[in-house]
């Protein structure tokens, strides 16, 4: 909320209280604003001392913004590189996803089937003593394809909200404004329906489990 909080009053703000620097004042708020975020990034690496491909993603997607918004308005870029970016980007990790699929070593255990969530040594070593891990594999990679299917959707509308959203081009005095109103909007355009599929696929991936362990939610989810 922060972010969008100053990129959509950060201008008038510094205009209030006439801060004085010699310094394009859209190209500050959009700095401060996303340090924000890229903070977080290097907070939580130093916490959690790893990093997955999609926490690097989700920096590089903030270093675009950033980028497309002080660098396109000294060398003149249109709103068009800002809206190609918004919808790249997811489909590009739903991409990277499907290919995981195809590989055999789908990425659902990044987003679901991890240790945060599931009691992964128990579902295992039921899954091995009942010979059920290839039975598994496919349901897990059934499951996966319902994440695929929502970074596609997000990439779609992405592309349609930034285009709708977003009408003038880097530099110019409302586009701070207007990446705001994209960023707040899509949180429940884009991440309500996403994360509706997200937990349709949690939850075939935990009745599947059910089914070829015998055991209860209780028994291998983590309170």
């Given at each position: 909320?922060?972010?969008?909080?100053?990129?959509?009053?950060?201008?008038?703000?510094?205009?209030?209280?006439?801060?004085?620097?010699?310094?394009?004042?859209?190209?500050?708020?959009?700095?401060?604003?996303?340090?924000?975020?890229?903070?977080?990034?290097?907070?939580?690496?130093?916490?959690?001392?790893?990093?997955?491909?999609?926490?690097?993603?989700?920096?590089?997607?903030?270093?675009?913004?950033?980028?497309?918004?002080?660098?396109?308005?000294?060398y003149g870029l249109s709103r068009l590189w800002f809206i190609l970016k918004e919808g790249l980007m997811p489909l590009v990790i739903g991409v990277i996803v499907l290919l995981s699929i195809k590989r055999g070593n789908p990425l659902i255990h990044t987003f679901i089937y991890n240790e945060a969530i599931f009691k992964t040594d128990i579902i295992n070593q039921?899954?091995?003593?009942?010979?059920?891990?290839?039975?598994?594999?496919?349901?897990?990679?059934?499951?996966?394809?319902?994440?695929?299917?929502?970074?596609?959707?997000?990439?779609?509308?992405?592309?349609?909200?930034?285009?709708?959203?977003?009408?003038?081009?880097?530099?110019?005095?409302?586009?701070?404004?207007?990446?705001?109103?994209?960023?707040?909007?899509?949180?429940?355009?884009?991440?309500?329906?996403?994360?509706?599929?997200?937990?349709?696929?949690?939850?075939?991936?935990?009745?599947?489990?059910?089914?070829?362990?015998?055991?209860?939610?209780?028994?291998?989810?983590?309170?």
């Amino acid at each position: 909320m922060i972010p969008v909080i100053l990129l959509k009053n950060g201008d008038e703000l510094l205009n209030k209280i006439d801060f004085k620097i010699d310094f394009n004042y859209s190209i500050l708020v959009l700095i401060v604003a996303l340090s924000f975020p890229v903070v977080y990034f290097f907070l939580d690496l130093s916490s959690k001392k790893r990093v997955n491909f999609i926490s690097i993603l989700g920096f590089i997607n903030v270093l675009l913004t950033g980028g497309i918004g002080v660098f396109g308005a000294m060398y003149g870029l249109s709103r068009l590189w800002f809206i190609l970016k918004e919808g790249l980007m997811p489909l590009v990790i739903g991409v990277i996803v499907l290919l995981s699929i195809k590989r055999g070593n789908p990425l659902i255990h990044t987003f679901i089937y991890n240790e945060a969530i599931f009691k992964t040594d128990i579902i295992n070593q039921n899954l091995e003593n009942t010979d059920q891990l290839e039975a598994f594999d496919i349901m897990l990679a059934r499951s996966s394809y319902l994440i695929v299917l929502a970074f596609f959707f997000s990439s779609i509308i992405q592309f349609v909200l930034a285009g709708v959203i977003v009408t003038v081009d880097p530099g110019h005095p409302d586009f701070n404004d207007q990446v705001g109103t994209m960023t707040w909007v899509s949180y429940f355009v884009v991440m309500v329906p996403s994360l509706s599929m997200f937990g349709l696929s949690l939850w075939k991936l935990v009745s599947g489990i059910k089914d070829l362990t015998d055991l209860e939610s209780k028994e291998f989810l983590k309170n």
